[in-house]
């Protein structure tokens, strides 16, 4: 009788617990096959599936840029701010432009002296005193960057060994050698400027390893620094015929896209090493409280977390899958043969949108739909600048042609080989860069934007948030 009391007692709560163990069963069984069958396919890819496969191999620390004593400094303190090379940065903007037209010399001088009013000439003047007090700190970083290699030393981020605390560094540092090198070309120390954008060029070589897209981004803003550098000194004609061809070769070694493509590769390779302490990160962004009251509050909250919490381990397995997976169809789709497709982006995203627009898929697999979209902002801009840089290149030639035929091209074909090895192909599908000469020093060079069309040169539509790369047509603008 007992028995049968007790069985009667129990039915009520066996029916949920077997549900419950075929749901938690059959979601483990099912997201474990998928991840499976993803890493095989990536694994036949020869893809990366850890961070330890893209990290760089030990070298000596007489060899070692990052061994250096102005860098080793980052490791060493509890608090990498403690460190010498925290002190190189730039003085706060003081005011707003007293005009619109106010060039950025003399607004970078207003940065050291808040009352400055002069021309050119002056603020150079200005600038080139006001960062004098960090020549001996510059000078170490130089003799860093002599060293043939750089592999950073680890630092624990999202529960593995990452290293990030040399970037902020390394990008601080490109400002204040912009700045230096915008004020030498202004004040015809061609040789000063140039030392400059070899070594901004040098220190962005070398902050993207492992690849990581932090990395990828920190590199493209100091590239960025050099490209303005270069592109100042050919608007004022400073640089000889030997900064020229030095220029353009220094920046032929660059290739910002396929940089991103890696990025991409370590960041899939990072949540696939550790996709749990990733999924941790994520909890905060799927925890929805009510602030009417404490109670309130308190409940939702630890619902929240509850519910998180008792996620399938087979969900996080799912999530792997579906990151691995998109990310190898991006890599493939969009990116192609060196080359940018943003077209392509149309049949991605409806992939992306298959699993956003469905609730259970987007909870099962919350970094796949928050991460991947983002992919399209960061190519862009990856893009605009491999066509900065491309454009670069090709007015480095263009003056030099000019120079020993006293006029332009009268097509870019005429810059290859004697100027240029090759022409550079446009990042956006791989076609041919406009030209058109307009007289016998002047030209205009423009490659499609990111909506892959002829806009004539346009560089309307710009985003003012996210900037030009949102421009109709990617324009090359160091005219005189």
């Not at 980052?74 to 903007?93: D, G, I």
């Not at 696939?272 to 929805?288: G, H, I, K, M, V």
């Not at 799912?318 to 990151?323: L, P």
């Not at 080359?339 to 992306?352: G, M, T, V, Y």
């Amino acid at each position: 009788m007992r028995r049968a009391l007790l069985l009667v007692l129990a039915a009520p709560l066996l029916l949920p617990a077997l549900a419950a163990a075929w749901f938690y069963g059959y979601e483990n069984w099912t997201g474990g096959a998928v991840w499976r069958q993803a890493e095989a396919a990536l694994q036949a890819a020869g893809e990366p599936l850890t961070v330890d496969a893209m990290r760089p191999q030990p070298v000596p620390d007489a060899r070692n840029m990052a061994a250096a004593p102005i860098f080793r400094e980052l490791f060493t303190f509890y608090s990498p701010r403690r460190a010498s090379v925290y002190e190189l940065k730039l003085p706060p903007p003081a005011r707003p432009p007293a005009d619109a037209d106010e060039s950025a010399l003399v607004a970078l001088a207003r940065r050291f002296d808040p009352e400055f009013d002069g021309d050119a000439p002056a603020a150079a003047h200005v600038v080139l005193e006001g960062l004098a007090p960090m020549e001996p700190l510059l000078n170490a970083i130089r003799l860093a960057a002599a060293r043939p290699d750089s592999v950073w030393p680890e630092k624990s981020a999202l529960g593995l060994e990452a290293p990030q605390t040399f970037l902020w560094p390394l990008k601080r540092t490109s400002e204040v050698l912009a700045a230096r090198a915008t004020a030498a070309v202004a004040g015809r120390q061609s040789a000063s400027a140039l030392a400059d954008f070899e070594l901004i060029a040098r220190l962005a070589g070398r902050s993207n390893q492992p690849p990581m897209l932090a990395g990828c981004f920190a590199g493209q803003m100091m590239l960025g620094h050099a490209l303005d550098i270069a592109g100042d000194g050919l608007a004022q004609r400073a640089w000889s015929d030997a900064d020229l061809a030095d220029i353009e070769a220094a920046l032929g070694g660059f290739h910002p896209l396929d940089d991103f493509r890696e990025g991409v590769r370590g960041e899939r390779a990072l949540f696939l090493t550790s996709p749990e302490a990733l999924n941790a990160r994520a909890e905060a962004l799927f925890t929805f409280v009510d602030f009417r009251s404490r109670i309130s509050e308190w409940l939702t909250s630890t619902l929240c977390r509850v519910v998180w919490a008792l996620r399938p381990s087979g969900w996080v397995q799912r999530d792997r899958a579906n990151y691995a997976t998109l990310t190898q169809d991006w890599l493939g789709l969009v990116i192609h043969n060196g080359f940018i497709r943003p077209w392509a982006l149309a049949e991605w995203s409806a992939r992306i949108g298959a699993v956003r627009n469905d609730p259970m898929e987007f909870f099962r697999t919350p970094l796949t739909v928050l991460v991947l979209p983002t992919f399209a902002n960061a190519a862009r801009a990856a893009a605009y600048t491999q066509a900065r840089l491309d454009f670069a290149r090709i007015a480095c030639a263009i003056e030099r042609h000019r120079r020993a035929t006293g006029h332009v091209p009268g097509e870019l074909a005429e810059l290859a080989p004697r100027w240029i090895d090759r022409i550079p192909r446009d990042v956006i599908g791989g076609g041919s860069y406009f030209y058109r000469a307009t007289g016998p020093d002047d030209y205009t060079l423009y490659g499609r934007g990111w909506n892959a069309r002829d806009d004539g040169g346009s560089s309307a539509n710009t985003s003012p948030l996210l900037g030009p790369a949102t421009a109709d047509d990617w324009v090359w603008t160091a005219a005189r």
